[in-house]
T-cell receptor, first 112, second 109 residues
């Protein structure tokens, strides 16, 4: 089944403890992206990647890192999480930029 | 910054009625897409309309695009309780996809 898989679905952590949210797609998509969703603000893009080894900042990249070493994986790394990074995170992919996006089921992160 | 702005922010209708949501955007686009999100879940793609298209249909969905006004509308006809969800428009800026804040649609049985 074609899908975007995010893990974990829920994560509670403490300030400063490094964490990684994984994202994997099995559709051979070139474009992958991370969004965060906060009430009243819609989806804001964190980082995106047009292809392997190519990543670019979105609108809210501060406090986040990504890597794209393989086409299928696009992990989101929070080196030192802070409470303002408490949010619902979505990974998405598409065949290429501008095509329909396929979303993962989301990761609800709470940083205390 | 957000590219698309949906209007209204919230809409409540009775089952069987039509629902219309609007999206305005700021810059030139290659295409505009509409997505649906059930509470807390991942977004699901509904329809894509290219900049050289004016109208597109998919089942009970009708999307229009007016590039001169930089706006689009999504019409859901004969709504059902199962259409209750948030609806987002998305546009492609050079290099990335940007979403609006969404319209929360409630369809009452």
């Amino acid at each position: 089944e074609a899908q975007v898989t995010q893990n974990p679905r829920y994560l509670i952590t403490v300030t400063g403890k490094k964490l990684t949210v994984t994202c994997s797609q099995n559709m051979n998509h070139e474009y992958m992206s991370w969004y965060r969703q906060d009430p009243g603000l819609g989806l804001r893009q964190i980082y995106y990647s047009m292809n392997v080894e190519v990543t670019d900042k979105g609108d809210v990249p501060e406090g986040y890192k990504v890597s794209r070493k393989e086409k299928r994986n696009f992990p989101l790394i929070l080196e030192s999480p802070s409470p303002n990074q408490t949010s619902l995170y979505f990974c998405a992919s598409s065949l290429e930029i501008g095509d329909r996006l396929h979303f993962g089921n989301g990761t609800r992160l709470t940083v205390t | 910054s957000q590219q698309g702005e949906e209007d209204p922010q919230a809409l409540s209708i009775q089952e069987g009625e039509n629902a219309t949501m609007n999206c305005s955007y700021k810059t030139s686009i290659n295409n505009l897409q509409w997505y649906r999100q059930n509470s807390g879940r991942g977004l699901v793609h509904l329809i894509l309309i290219r900049s050289n298209e004016r109208e597109k249909h998919s089942g009970r969905l009708r999307v229009t695009l007016d590039t001169s006004k930089k706006s689009s509308s999504l019409l859901i006809t004969a709504s059902r309780a199962a259409d209750t969800a948030s609806y987002f428009c998305a546009t492609q800026d050079p290099g990335d996809m940007r979403f609006g804040a969404g319209t929360r649609l409630t369809v009452k049985p």
